[in-house]
Nanobody
Framework: QVQLVESGGGLVQAGGSLRLSCAAS???????LGWFRQAPGKEREFVAH????????RVTDSVKGRFTISADNAKKTVLLQMNNLKPEDTAEYYC?????????????WGQGTQVTVSS
């Protein structure tokens, strides 16, 4: 069983920064760790992910140049540094541990942390 605990959300003005942290416990070897977000009335969308060794780091186009994902394997923590935040970044952010192999997939989710960006 994998547990994911997020922290670091909050209220910030446009142009500001926040850093989200996700602490993982349990067997996460082979999983990609990352972040999704869901705004009110919208579907949950991918934001970024990374492997524990830094392999395969990727962020979605809408946050490129503003968000950076990093992983600390020793601390089993994944960070999402969010700079130059925009009102459209307002959403509930969820930490995700995802495993894909052929037709098999498995996902674990954190409880979510709210990010609100005021204009």
């Amino acid at each position: 069983q994998v547990q994911l605990v997020e922290s670091g959300g909050g209220l910030v003005q446009a142009g500001g920064s926040l850093r989200l942290s996700c602490a993982a416990s349990g067997r996460t070897s082979g999983y990609m760790l990352g972040w999704f977000r869901q705004a009110p009335g919208k579907e949950r969308e991918f934001v970024a992910h990374i492997g524990w060794n830094g392999f395969g780091a990727r962020v979605t186009d809408s946050v490129k140049g503003r968000f950076t994902i990093s992983a600390d394997n020793a601390k089993k923590t994944v960070l999402l540094q969010m700079n130059n935040l925009k009102p459209e970044d307002t959403a509930e952010y969820y930490c995700n541990a995802g495993f894909r192999s052929g037709s098999f997939q498995n996902d674990y989710w954190g409880q979510g942390t709210q990010v609100t960006v005021s204009s």
